[in-house]
């Protein structure tokens, strides 16, 4: 009777190790997911760039700045939840030749596509910034060739 006691005893160890592994999978699992979504999301060809906002231009918060730059450049669609079609937003330093001061913004997960084909076609939001497809770089060489 005691070996078999011992012996439930030991399943019962055994079951929950095995539960405490699945969690930590399920975690993990999860995370992986996560980190994939996000590069997909970086990789996807419905990213935007601005070109022509001066440096410092959106402060302490990228995101909430190109929000409200999009909801003034696009005054029509007001209805649309710009918070989530501008799912990342963040500033790189665009200098050619070291001349130019001015900044470019990458956007990425525009969904709507309506915008994504006007923004393609080289969009003017007011008179200093401009709206572009961002290109991959094996798109931008091939252009570089024409």
């Known amino acids: 009777m005691e070996e078999v006691e011992t012996s439930i005893s030991h399943l019962k160890d055994?079951?929950?190790?095995?539960q405490v592994t699945r969690e930590a999978m399920e975690k993990q699992l999860e995370d992986t997911q996560w980190k994939l979504t996000?590069?997909?999301d970086r990789l996807r060809p419905n990213n935007?760039?601005?070109?022509?906002i001066a440096e410092g231009a959106?402060?302490?918060?990228t995101h909430s700045f190109m929000v409200a730059l999009f909801k003034e450049a696009f005054p029509d669609l007001q209805q649309w939840d710009w918070?989530?079609?501008i799912?990342?937003?963040?500033?790189?330093?665009f200098n050619r030749a070291g001349s130019n001061p001015v900044?470019?913004?990458?956007?990425?997960?525009?969904t709507e596509i309506p915008l994504i084909e006007a923004i393609k076609r080289g969009a003017k939001i007011g008179k200093i910034y401009t709206l572009l497809a961002d290109?991959?770089?094996d798109d931008m060489a091939h252009q570089n060739e024409r």
């Open 14 to 18: 055994e079951a929950r190790s095995q």
């Open 38 to 40: 996000d590069l997909e």
């Open 48 to 52: 935007l760039r601005v070109l022509g």
């Open 58 to 61: 959106e402060g302490s918060d």
């Open 83 to 85: 918070d989530r079609e």
């Open 87 to 93: 799912q990342r937003a963040h500033r790189f330093p």
């Open 103 to 110: 900044g470019k913004y990458d956007m990425s997960g525009m």
């Open 135 to 137: 290109l991959q770089s």
